[in-house]
């Protein structure tokens, strides 16, 4: 018997993107009929009718969805109840599951027209900077909140914070998103380690003799989509140096070009130590190498 992968793999690369094509207005019609089905078995309250506490234990233990995906249903069967022209845009593919979801708490009687007709080819992004409009938030301060790490213990590797990364915000269950939506834009939220983990008080790296707890940080400020486009970027510049693109990476690199182009002390001791090294050579007291 043929199966499908087998089919997909003979056909012709305009075959197959006719049927992915056609596969996709599938699955967008399917998703239309279930949130249908779904908002009509609510509405007969048949969840508990058959013994289930409610409408999202049965869709995560009966019909077996995962927490994320049984709620963003859920959430959408009811949208589309109440205002059926959300349905539509389903279907035919103008607004995505994630963006109806994300304008669930905001749509009413007299704005959803006016709502979804402005989030039609919207990414999940911009549609968070919508409803963004109907949560203002006051700007809050820049914080640095110390805290202590358990000093490491031989012959382990030495521990390292880890960075929260970036956080979801909206109508979704906590997810991979790195992005949390605010007022302007986003909240970035990142640790950074003060002091290398397995570092002593003193400064010297633990050898787990008399080696004291090492300090943290965890720093956290506002920043819009402006800064947010510049520290992708940034990421992607560095990743030849740093493959997993950590926020405390990128920011120790930030900060370093920063002090060696605007640190009038480090470019002091820099042009001090060029000068001596460049002695020392003259009188053949040092072999020439690379300026620190």
């Known amino acids: 018997m043929t199966t499908l992968w087998e089919r997909c793999s003979r056909l012709s690369d305009g075959e197959l993107i ?3 094509k056609s596969a996709t207005a599938v699955e967008r019609r399917a998703l239309a009929s279930l949130l249908v089905h779904l908002s009509e078995f609510e509405t007969r309250e048949l969840a508990l009718h058959l013994a289930y506490p409610s ?4 869709c995560t233990q009966e019909l077996r969805y995962s927490e994320d995906a049984a709620y963003k249903r859920i959430r959408a069967a009811r949208v589309v109840r109440r205002f059926p022209a959300a349905l539509e845009l389903l279907e035919k593919g103008d607004i995505h599951l994630a963006g109806l979801v994300l304008l669930a708490p905001f749509l009413d009687e007299e704005n959803h027209r006016g709502m979804l007709g402005r989030a039609i080819g919207k990414s999940k992004r911009e549609i968070e900077v919508m409803a963004a409009e109907f949560e203002p938030r006051a700007p809050r301060p ?3 909140r110390r805290f202590s ?5 031989p012959p382990g590797p030495s521990p390292e914070l880890r960075l929260s990364g970036f956080e979801a915000r909206g109508g979704d269950p906590p997810s991979a998103d790195w992005r949390k939506n605010g007022e302007d834009g986003a909240d970035v939220r990142t640790s950074v ?3 290398p983990s397995g570092t002593s008080a ?10 004291e707890a090492s300090l943290g940080a965890r720093i956290s400020f506002d920043a819009d989509d402006e800064f947010l486009a510049r520290l992708e970027r940034a990421r992607q510049v560095v990743r030849h140096k740093h493959p997993q693109g950590r926020l405390r990476d990128v920011f120790s690199e930030a900060l370093e070009a920063l002090l060696d182009n605007k640190d009038m002390d ?3 001791r820099r042009l001090a130590a060029k000068r001596e090294r460049s002695a020392l050579k003259k009188g053949g007291r040092l072999a020439p190498g690379p300026v620190q």
């Open 149 to 153: 790490t358990p000093a490491p213990q």
């Open 55 to 58: 409408l999202y234990i049965y």
């Open 202 to 211: 003193g400064g010297v790296p633990g050898t787990g003799q008399g080696a």
């Open 18 to 20: 006719a049927a992915l």
């Open 193 to 195: 380690a003060a002091v």
């Open 142 to 144: 820049d914080s640095v």
């Open 266 to 268: 480090r470019r002091t």
